[in-house]
């Protein structure tokens, strides 16, 4: 026989909404309140800039002119931004491990309902 | 209760209308990507200069030519709203058809509400030129998500017509752009010597690290496949349009490149907010000026239509299949929406478009993409298995399978690494939600779903089963 799911109340269908809700929103804004999302560039401003001295010929001044910036001092700490590539082994085999284990338990997951779709669908369950 | 239950019943006879031809595919799948020449894309010179964002534009490119060749295939034989949602359902199983209908409308919401955030960042800058500097963008953001929310409230056919004019006008002001500078429109010229004075500022870490937003040039091309019921000849109109679509977004992609790298130095361009604006703005040219305004507005509000469009067939979706509450499965009885998908995804785009900073939402939506692109390869492979050629007839077979398959889960992998240097705890943070989400789904909310009637394809039983 095939399967008969139970009805759900509305109470019910706006718990589960507000979950994912709470879950998505989490997922984006803890990391942003906890101080830990994104990769910001460091600038290291050199002392007394001049264009020549932050590595920019005669046609980048004429750009940086064109763009509004005409003072060296201005486009310093943008010049000299730079990120940081260093990272540690042990959070790279983390990520590894939750990316890996993640697409792994979903698909064994899946094919574990998938089974009773397929039998209902063209087996002895089907309605 | 019984209201919520008659309204999920009604979808079934109130159906989706079959208004779309290619071109209306072409514009949906641009139209969502087009922005990324429009910003975005230059945060890969940021990371890894100008050569480094030259080489993630092709190799993003590369691995979208394998994510369009595949979804071709497997969408023109799963013809159904919710796209890559649907092939899951069918292919691998139901928890990974809610996760993959999650990336889908996590990656679309959050790059509707990075155009938003484009829009408001664009008038802000031409306020400042104007000399009206500080202007109050959160306005233009509300109104700006809340008038593409109406016009696909209102109809999918108008929606994505009006999406064709402007992607169209979007892309024509790319060309402008390239051809103009070429015949020395440009007050200031090309410059390209910071290829051979500075050629990797970072080394070779860098050119992998850009990957990361390198994906940005083409993100959303795979939306596409959202349209299919909606579509009058899916098995021709889906490759048809896909294909035209990635060829387009390649050659804007190298011609933006090429105009923007030339006219702006690379540290400038590594975090200019809207670069081909900018670019406008040194050749000293007016008309250009004005052309690119419009280009970007347009192409940021193309972008966000479509987004809109295609997060909402994937709600609606899930929900008709009870995997979400079946209230948002409801069609609108006059303009055959999705109409409660689309309202209820507003308030979402909204909290991320006037919270988050842009760097923050386009990751978001980029490692949304990155773990459904991850899903295409296993689930190609698993199409082919349970179906073979000779078992189902496609509307599209792609070639040389698997190599496709086997490109895209190398370059995924490294996209992964690229986003972790940086962006790792981001990262790690969106893993733990899927995992929580699909312990959440598999253990509450699967009992709600019935089993039969998620195979809805007039396949033969897969084989292995």
């Not at chain 2, 595949?70 to 139901?94: L, N, R």
């Not at chain 2, 496709?404 to 992964?416: K, Q």
Request: net charge neutral; charged share 10%.
């Amino acid at each position: 026989m095939a399967y008969e799911p139970p009805k759900q109340s509305l109470a019910g269908q706006i718990f589960d909404v507000i979950t994912l809700l709470v879950l998505t929103i989490g997922a984006l804004y803890i990391p942003l309140y906890l101080g830990l999302a994104g990769a910001a560039k460091v600038p290291s401003p050199i002392a007394n800039p001049t264009w020549e001295a932050l590595g920019q010929n005669a046609t980048e001044q004429q750009q940086w002119a064109a763009l509004g910036v005409t003072d060296p001092a201005a486009a310093n700490e943008i010049i000299t931004a730079r990120f940081d590539y260093s990272f540690s082994w042990s959070a790279l085999i983390v990520m590894a491990v939750l990316v890996i284990g993640y697409f792994v338990m979903v698909v064994r997951l899946s094919d574990r309902e998938y089974r009773e779709v397929i039998e209902e669908r063209f087996g002895t369950k089907r309605r | 209760m019984e209201d919520f239950a008659s309204t999920a019943a009604g979808t079934d006879r109130i159906r989706l209308l079959r208004v779309l031809g290619p071109s209306h595919v072409w514009a949906l799948g641009v139209g969502i990507v087009l922005v990324g020449e429009y910003m975005g894309w230059n945060f890969s010179v940021g990371k890894g200069g100008m050569i480094a964002g030259l080489i993630a534009c092709w190799v993003a490119g590369l691995l979208y030519t394998c994510v369009a060749m595949i979804d071709s295939e497997v969408t023109s034989t799963v013809a159904a709203a919710g796209g890559q949602y649907a092939q899951a359902k069918h292919i691998v199983g139901p928890l990974m058809a809610f996760n993959v209908g999650l990336f889908l409308v996590m990656a679309y919401t959050m790059l509707e509400a990075a155009n938003a955030i484009t829009v408001g960042f664009l008038l802000d800058t031409v306020a400042g030129m104007q000399g009206q500097a500080g202007l109050n963008q959160q306005p233009f953001i509300v109104l700006a998500i809340m008038f593409l929310a109406w016009l696909n409230y209102r109809g999918v056919l108008a929606t994505l017509t009006f999406n064709l004019v402007i992607t169209a006008i979007a892309f024509i002001a790319i060309i402008a752009l390239f051809v103009s500078v070429q015949f020395g429109a440009s007050a200031v010229p090309l410059d390209f010597s910071a290829i051979t004075s500075d050629p990797l500022p970072y080394g070779w870490v860098g050119i992998v690290a850009s990957l990361h937003f390198g994906l940005w040039y083409y993100l959303g091309i795979e939306g596409t496949c959202q349209a299919a019921e909606e579509v009058r000849s899916p098995a021709r109109s889906l490759p048809y349009g896909t294909m035209a679509g990635i060829m387009t977004l390649l050659i804007a992609a190298t011609m933006t490149w090429y105009v923007c790298s030339g006219l702006m130095p690379w540290e400038y361009l590594g975090q200019a907010g809207t670069p081909l604006f900018d670019a406008a703005r040194v050749t000293g040219s007016a008309g250009l000026m004005v052309l690119l305004f419009v280009g970007t507005a347009f192409a940021t509000l193309a972008s966000a239509n479509g987004c809109i469009n295609d997060a909402s067939r994937a709600w609606f979706s899930m929900s008709r299949d009870r995997y979400l509450p079946s209230w948002f499965g409801a069609v609108h009885p006059v303009y055959r929406t999705p109409y409660r998908a689309i309202v209820f995804l507003v308030p979402i785009a909204l909290i991320f478009a006037l919270g988050a900073p842009l760097d923050q939402v386009v990751t978001f939506s980029i490692l949304s993409g990155l773990l459904g692109y991850t899903f295409m390869t296993f689930n190609m492979v698993m199409f082919r298995n349970k179906w073979p050629l000779d078992k189902i007839k496609r509307g599209y077979v792609h070639p040389f399978h698997p190599l496709p398959t086997i490109v895209l889960l190398i370059l995924c992998s490294t996209a992964y690494f690229a986003v972790f240097l940086g962006y790792g705890t981001q990262l790690s943070a969106m893993m733990c939600f899927y995992i929580v989400a699909s312990l959440w789904f598999h253990f509450r909310r699967y009992k709600f779903v019935r089993r039969g009637d998620q195979f809805t394809m007039p396949w033969p039983k897969p084989c292995g089963y």
